[in-house]
């Protein structure tokens, strides 16, 4: 080998070897700041997240899908509360909402196709009508009386889906909606926190990379399986307000809720969500009482998008909670809890009254 030879495989060497080194300490970096993110104080870690169960069942769809619910509370509860989870999410996502509610009212809990413990149907019912049209067959299935209908994010779409699709049953056998970090539309002009050029460019370039990257879901699931420590920052910091107080605990179980929903599903419910338009369907909510809860740092679905609901609603009473992002029900149990017992019993005596509130932290 000459001297050039070997000065040319030496340096090479030495590139390779330098960026190994940096990636070996970035992953290390990572590894050691998320280690002391969770031996702080956590006061979550005794709560047993996701483990509270109920009596299983299954509802068949007209298209032949068998979704996963779990029915809670007292048979005998006067009124029954169906709970809607968002994109990625599954019913586990309700842990405080269903231990603090389930000894007053009946509980209905359910995991939207495709998520949770529900299979994955065809890409093509991947849309917010089909699951409006879920939300409409689960009512008949497990609710015998009258309810009050409770929607986080995708799950206050399809709450909308049904109100568009199915108007009859609000007033009569629905007496109650709650709207919580959700959006009647225009999610493709959210900025995300960006510039508006920057912004502009995500959206261009996002559909069609996320419908490649769902082609090849299988693959991509293994490296989000392996990179959960990168994930465990990304959401700890976009998925809640005050990232430094949140418990590493509840983030841990947030984000092994996003992880285990396929890639392949993420994709194909994606473009659904962008074109998601059911402002006009939010005048039959006019009908019964309504809750529309919403942290003022919330990047996805931005405070604007609520209170541009509450303006078409003007009977909605809206809770702005400070310092508080998209993963409200998580992070700010109580206070979505307390909006929740004053809606239903606005909604057990059929009052409702507008009003505009900013929730203390």
Not at 68 to 97: I, K, M, R
Not at 323 to 343: C, K
């Amino acid at each position: 080998m000459s001297n050039t030879t070997r000065r040319k495989v030496g340096i090479a060497g030495a590139v390779v070897g330098a960026a190994s080194a940096g990636v070996a300490a970035a992953a290390l970096a990572k590894r050691y700041a998320v280690g002391r993110i969770r031996l702080r104080p956590d006061l979550e870690v005794n709560e047993p997240l996701g483990e509270l169960r109920g009596r299983q069942t299954t509802v068949g769809t007209s298209d032949g899908v068998s979704l996963y619910a779990e029915v809670d509370g007292p048979e005998d509860a006067p009124l029954t509360v169906v709970f809607c989870h968002g994109y990625t999410l599954n019913l586990d996502s309700w842990h405080y909402q269903r231990r603090d509610l389930r000894d007053s009212y009946r509980l209905v809990l359910w995991d939207q196709r495709a998520h949770g413990r529900s299979p994955h149907a065809s890409a093509g019912d991947s849309t917010i009508d089909r699951l409006g049209d879920d939300l409409a067959e689960v009512i008949e299935a497990l609710v015998p009386g009258p309810c009050v209908l409770v929607g986080h994010s995708m799950g206050g779409m399809t709450v909308m889906a049904l109100a568009d699709r199915h108007p009859g049953l609000f007033g009569d056998r629905i007496k109650g909606v709650a709207l919580i970090s959700t959006s009647a539309g225009k999610l493709a002009e959210v900025s995300l926190g960006l510039p508006a050029l920057l912004s502009k460019a995500v959206h261009k370039v996002t559909p069609g990379t996320v419908s490649l990257l769902g082609r090849n879901g299988t693959l991509v699931d293994r490296g989000r399986q392996a990179g959960n420590d990168v994930a465990f920052l990304i959401l700890r910091h976009l998925g809640f307000g005050d990232p430094r107080n949140v418990s590493p605990t509840v983030v841990d179980f947030a984000e092994s809720m996003i992880r285990s929903t396929p890639f392949e599903v993420i994709a194909e419910f994606y473009p659904a969500l962008m074109s998601h338009d059911k402002l006009g369907a939010l005048s039959v909510l006019d009908d019964v009482p309504t809750s529309i809860i919403v942290g003022d740092k919330d990047w996805l679905t931005p405070v604007e998008h609520s209170r541009a609901m509450a303006e078409a609603l003007p009977r909605a009473q809206l809770t702005e909670v400070p310092g508080t992002s998209h993963l409200i029900q998580l992070e700010r149990p109580t206070v979505v809890n307390d909006a929740l017992r004053d809606l239903l019993k606005r909604a057990a005596t059929e009052g409702a009254g507008p009003s505009t509130e900013v929730a203390e932290q």
